[in-house]
């Protein structure tokens, strides 16, 4: 598994910039700013697509109270989401709605698809574990 200073340096080669020897401890200007950016920017291109490897299987909601008692669009139940999640992934069948902080649904049960923001600061050779998405039991 390709670790952060190679995964750099391959960027830093498309755009013809000079390589990075370390980045712990980094010495030249790039590598301070390739080792101060590069958890961010690498957590930023895993949040922007829905990698195949990381795919798990649903991820349970619990309703918040009582349903609701005169919905307009039929939707009764409110589910709170995770506080450290970055979007939930719709499928084709998807008849929830987000508002807010909530998916409101007519099902009492949900699970769905949802991309959880990275948890790990420290880079490792498994990286790619770090944000992870979850798939709709069907």
């Known amino acids: 598994m390709p670790d952060a200073k190679s995964i750099l340096n391959l960027g830093l080669g498309k755009i ?3 390589r990075i020897v370390s980045m712990d401890p980094p010495r030249s200007p790039i590598e301070k700013h390739c080792a101060q950016g590069y958890v961010h920017w690498r957590d930023l291109e895993l949040a ?3 990698w195949m490897f990381a795919y798990i299987s649903g991820y349970p909601l619990t309703s918040e109270g009582p349903p609701l008692t005169s ?4 939707r009764a139940y409110r589910f709170g989401l995770p506080t450290d999640f ?6 084709k069948a ?17 699970s769905i698809a949802i991309r959880q923001a990275s948890t790990s600061m420290k880079v490792s050779s498994n990286w790619f574990s770090d944000t992870r998405v979850r798939e709709p039991v069907r």
Do not use: N, V
Request: glycine residues 10%; hydrophobic residues 20%; charged residues 30%.
């Open 48 to 50: 922007k697509r829905d």
């Open 86 to 91: 970055i979007r939930p992934l719709r499928s």
């Open 94 to 110: 998807t008849e929830w709605e987000r508002r807010g902080g909530y998916l409101y649904s007519a099902s009492s049960t949900h």
């Open 71 to 74: 919905p307009t669009d039929g």
């Open 16 to 18: 013809a910039a000079s």
